[in-house]
């Protein structure tokens, strides 16, 4: 749809002469006085705010404000900017941009809204900003070319980085871009363009980083430096409460390069995440090599703490326990309707239990942080989720004013929501201000492994009252599992939120809805986890709507569809609904395509799942074979309705990935606790899954739409597994237990 840029005080849209005859287009905060980045202003390329710069040559600049952690977000934004002022997509080069911050009487003033990667609102959040940073510099340039054609404003219109007179004459942006720097502010309102003229929005195009990512060009925070910088490396406790009970440095500080030794503790009165994550000891020395030579010598002993005698059996072995006994919910988050009085009228009851282990992070790109640190300043290149979180740990550690904080964010090697915890930045901060030179602060596999903020593993345990036309007439659901955010300033009522959705499927789907939640105690640290809380829980209710199916031996395509209804809209808690048609709809389209309609003859497994998630919608259909005791996953193909699509072929790359490391999960991953220890130390203990493991491709289909766009970081996660489940369960029912099973649908179809 079309709209207008409304200039107002509170928030508007800033031009600024640049050197060279460069346009320079940003969006601020209220703030005029912030200083322009030298980079924008004509000066080799560094580091700058959320602008667009045309320069005199015709190339257009254009900073992607969220850090991008392989989601595909720079070029998705960019592109958002680009169509709207009508660029030249092959004169386009997208930028990171740093932490943008300053300093309003000593508190910090974000000055490009929100800075956020990997958290599946970029799209939402920038969706009217951008587009109002593109239609500023359009009518900008607009205004520049007319004493040059000769023609109103009104009768020029602009495409591929030019103005265009009624007549075919252009001139390019490059060329209008010193007047169009001197133009003043409109006074009213600027027009965004309609759907129709959009010209990049809903066009597919590669990852605008693709070439340098090919080529070994792009840079990430390792591959930065400042020059005679220190390396530490670290050695935690395993125990995250436990204590450093001896320590022998002296053959460390032998070893030619070794710098120091130094002991990190926690803060006990800060929240995960902004301190230390374990008591560790680090080494600094000129190299990495040295540093982990050093790590080596060192004599260390460690006492354990409370969470000496934890294990992830033990923690299992509770929630069952809870689930099963008659004990009242940490939080009973939802009740609809009367779940006692719908049993007495049950035709039949259905149960079953779900487990799910801990789960880690595991990034490509370990935990690291660069830091230059001094009396008046600090500058970090960080790979972080979060860039304004980041900055809040250096200033609580640092005290300096807001805007003497630069946080720089290069590509980041994977986040998953591990980056939205900075207690690796709080290390190597700590550890920069004993040294008088720039630290590199790196972890190694097994540190990272064996100190995450891991997803806490749960229980399941579902029953389910279905009346004598087949219809859920109840619904009970029941978790148990460690709340992510004990400890971060979440009141106790609400810890469940990190667990379980008040608005998951089915709620509101069923006229009796219960969801209990069970919080159980542990010393392990927890913290955000791609997909959650949608993760866990779609494998447990989607995997248990196909035992229902199975219980009433009919196709769980029949099934779910009855349990979703006709085509409506299910206001759901909090605002908003759920727009069944479209859930339908992206059901439909995976099992039309993967040809569900041999589900039943097929010696192969077929499985299906759906969800729906902040306005999007998703479904999976797997088909699977089994030779002896060998699977093989043969297709996996998802659907999505994410509203507008900005990039379909980013789309489409993150939907497979997405399904790619849900599936990798399922096969393989596990962390398990023993004596308060994670066992799990390397690649060869948590295996990501193989290419052979995994399906050829996956078939992403995009549902075109004209609503507002929605996120899609990690929209595919939560069906993956519970589709691959239920096609594993089906393809294992046909070789063993199913042939009564069989013959019994085919008489009934």
Not at 613 to 632: C, N, P
Not at 643 to 654: A, D, F, S, T
């Amino acid at each position: 749809m079309s709209g207008t840029v409304r200039l107002s005080r509170r928030r508007f849209l800033q031009v600024l002469a640049g050197t060279a005859g460069a346009l320079i287009v940003g969006i601020r905060s209220a703030r005029a006085d912030a200083p322009v980045p030298p980079d924008m202003l004509g000066d080799p390329l560094y580091d700058f705010g959320m602008f667009i710069r045309v320069d005199a040559d015709g190339t257009i600049l254009i900073g992607s404000r969220d850090p991008e952690t392989g989601t595909g977000v720079a070029t998705a934004l960019a592109r958002i900017m680009a169509d709207e002022m009508d660029a030249d997509w092959q004169r386009v080069r997208v930028l990171p941009l740093g932490l943008g911050v300053a300093n309003d009487n000593g508190r910090p003033r974000w000055l490009y809204g929100e800075q956020a990667g990997g958290t599946g609102n970029s799209m939402p959040r920038a969706w009217h900003d951008l587009r109002s940073a593109g239609a500023l510099a359009r009518w900008l340039l607009i205004q520049a070319a007319v004493p040059q054609l000769g023609v109103p404003p009104e009768k020029l219109r602009t495409g591929q980085g030019a103005v265009i007179a009624p007549d075919g004459r252009r001139i390019g942006y490059g060329q209008l871009a010193a007047a169009a720097s001197k133009i003043a502010l409109p006074h009213g309102d600027i027009t965004l363009k309609t759907p129709d003229r959009y010209s990049l929005i809903g066009k597919p195009a590669g990852d605008a980083q693709a070439r340098a990512i090919v080529t070994g060009q792009t840079e990430y925070a390792l591959d930065k430096h400042f020059g005679d910088t220190l390396v530490a490396v670290l050695a935690h406790c395993p125990w995250t409460d436990g204590e450093l009970a001896g320590l022998d440095s002296t053959a460390a500080l032998a070893i030619k390069g070794v710098v120091k030794v130094i002991e990190l503790k926690p803060d006990p009165h800060l929240p995960p995440g902004e301190t230390v994550i374990a008591p560790a000891v680090a080494v600094i020395a000129d190299s990495t090599w040295i540093a982990l030579q050093g790590r080596r010598a060192l004599k260390l002993q460690w006492k354990p703490g409370a969470s000496g005698s934890e294990s992830s059996a033990a923690l299992e072995q509770q929630a069952t326990a809870l689930l099963n006994s008659d004990a009242a919910p940490t939080t009973r988050i939802r009740d609809d309707g009367d779940i006692d009085k719908a049993k007495r009228k049950a035709a039949r009851r259905l149960e079953a239990t779900y487990y799910q282990p801990w789960l880690a992070h595991a990034t490509s790109e370990p935990m690291n942080c660069l830091v230059r640190l001094d009396k008046t300043s600090a500058t970090l290149y960080v790979p972080t989720q979060s860039p304004q979180q980041a900055w809040t740990v250096v200033q609580r550690l640092t005290g300096l004013a807001p805007d003497q904080i630069d946080i720089r964010v290069p590509r980041v090697g994977g986040g998953y929501g591990r980056r939205l915890d900075h207690d690796y930045v709080a290390e190597a901060v700590l550890l920069a201000k004993e040294v008088d030179k720039p630290l590199r602060l790196f972890w190694t596999r097994d540190e990272d492994l064996t100190h995450d903020y891991y997803r806490s593993g749960c229980v399941h345990k579902f029953d389910a009252i279905i009346e004598a036309k087949r219809h859920v007439l109840a619904w009970n659901q029941r978790v148990a599992s460690a709340s992510a955010l004990v400890g971060r300033g979440v009141p106790v009522d609400h810890l469940w939120s990190s667990e379980v959705s008040a608005n998951q499927f089915p709620a509101g789907f069923v006229p009796n809805y219960r969801s209990d939640w069970f919080g159980l105690s542990s010393s392990m640290p927890r913290g955000p986890h791609r997909g959650m809380p949608h993760l866990t829980n779609a494998f447990a209710v989607c995997s248990f709507v196909d035992e229902i199916a199975h219980a009433l031996k009919e196709d769980p395509l029949v099934t779910h569809l009855r349990l979703i209804g006709e085509p409506r809209l299910i206001p759901q808690q909090g605002g908003g609904a759920v727009d069944t048609a479209r859930l339908i709809n992206v059901l439909k389209l995976v099992t039309d395509r993967i040809g569900w309609k041999d589900w039943l003859h097929s010696v192969n497994g077929f499985g299906l799942a759906c969800w729906y998630m902040d306005g999007a919608y998703v479904a999976h259909a797997i088909e699977v074979s089994m030779q002896g005791e060998k699977l093989t996953i043969e297709r996996a193909v998802c659907a999505v309705d994410v509203g507008r699509v900005i990039n379909p072929l980013g789309l489409e790359g993150q939907v497979a990935g997405a399904t790619l490391d849900a599936l990798s999960t399922a096969l393989n991953l596990a962390i398990t606790v023993k004596d308060g220890k994670v066992q799990q130390t390397s690649w060869k203990d948590y295996p990501l899954a193989s290419m052979a493991q995994l399906p050829h491709t996956v078939e992403v289909i995009t549902v075109p739409g004209e609503g507002e766009p929605t996120g899609a970081s990690f929209l595919a996660m939560p069906t993956a597994a519970p589709a691959l489940a239920n096609a594993v369960f089906r393809v294992s029912a046909v070789r063993v237990r199913r042939l009564p099973l069989m013959k019994e649908l085919l008489r009934l179809l």
